[in-house]
């Protein structure tokens, strides 16, 4: 099979495409299906035409500045977890990519040889993969729809990224908001479905990893309690102050047990935030806990703000330890 060949179908494949779109979604067929629904927001919301071949859109050097000191934080947080991840798909000709909320790349990893092809593509600092200015592809639908995906060739709506493989997971700030998106693109064409799923498990554990990361950065000063089976999620995470209140939680933890900003502000306990029922060891520090603060209001006569002193907690907090204490009381 001659090369030439090879690329005269490629050309037959992409002339096809804007057709294959557009029938699509003439047919009413994007209540049925997820891809189209994209698709059909990709054309009717944001006025786009899969047929269109210019240039990804590029943020200037001025936007671009402002746009990474805003990301510094979560970029910091995420060095570590890029790096693994580039060691685990760069040689396989996989770009890394993190980008913002809005769909544009701060920080990337790729192998040098395979820089320029990357460029071209797009998959560089500054380039933007927003739905509303590529159409469907993995990080503007990963962030639109507010989900792990993989946007596989022919699934893209512009033409020119047809042959763009591209799994993303999106990542949240540690007050659980969504922050960005984490992604690896190819444009190999000898790519497997097994292949694909391993690159988006990869993916998904990596975007977790720096949330948790970036959760813990955020909270130095406070104790992080793993808010459920580590086995299902080790991203739900609790940050819990010297009073056992929660401070903080990720995005899992707040899906997870259900936590708000107003539940949080107004001053949940961890142990109320967990359900947790005292058992065994735990039972028997609480019973410590009830002794020493029955001794320290009986030494000031049941004066609840002197008790506090002599504990060195505030009376706001002996109160709470009241309540939980003494929950039938």
Not at 139 to 155: S, V, W
Not at 234 to 260: P, Q
Request: net charge neutral.
């Amino acid at each position: 099979m001659s090369k030439k060949w090879v690329e005269s179908v490629g050309k037959g494949i992409e002339a096809d495409h804007s057709d294959r779109v557009r029938r699509a979604l003439s047919d009413g067929a994007a209540a049925r299906s997820a891809l189209q629904a994209s698709w059909c927001r990709s054309m009717d919301l944001h006025g786009l035409d899969p047929a269109e071949q210019g240039r990804t859109a590029t943020l200037t050097d001025i936007e671009m500045r402002e746009v990474c000191q805003a990301m510094e934080p979560l970029t910091c947080a995420a060095q570590s977890a890029l790096d693994r991840l580039y060691l685990a798909v760069g040689g396989a000709g996989c770009c890394v990519l993190l980008t913002n909320g809005q769909g544009v790349a701060v920080d990337r990893r790729s192998a040098d040889v395979d820089d320029e092809t990357f460029r071209r593509w797009g998959l560089w600092q500054g380039a933007v993969w927003s739905e509303a200015v590529e159409g469907t592809n993995g990080i503007g639908t990963c962030l639109a729809e507010h989900r792990p995906l993989t946007i596989h060739k022919d699934q893209h709506f512009h033409t020119r990224n047809i042959r763009l493989s591209c799994s993303t997971a999106p990542v949240h700030d540690h007050l659980g908001r969504l922050a960005g998106a984490l992604d690896v693109s190819t444009a190999r064409a000898d790519l497997t479905e097994g292949f694909v799923g391993l690159i988006a498990a990869a993916v998904t554990e990596a975007a977790r990893s720096i949330e948790a990361q970036a959760f813990r950065q955020a909270f130095p000063r406070a104790r992080i309690v793993l808010a459920g089976d580590p086995e299902r999620s080790a991203s739900a995470l609790l940050a819990v102050d010297r009073h056992d209140l929660v401070v903080g939680a990720t995005h899992a933890a707040r899906m997870a047990l259900g936590i708000t900003d107003a539940r949080i502000a107004g001053q949940l306990p961890a142990e109320d935030a967990l359900g947790l029922a005292p058992s065994g060891a735990e039972a028997e520090l609480i019973d410590a806990e009830r002794g020493v603060v029955r001794r320290a209001l009986a030494r000031s006569s049941g004066n609840v703000s002197a008790a506090a002193r002599s504990l060195g907690v505030s009376r706001a907090t002996l109160h709470r330890k009241l309540i939980r204490l003494n929950p039938h009381s």
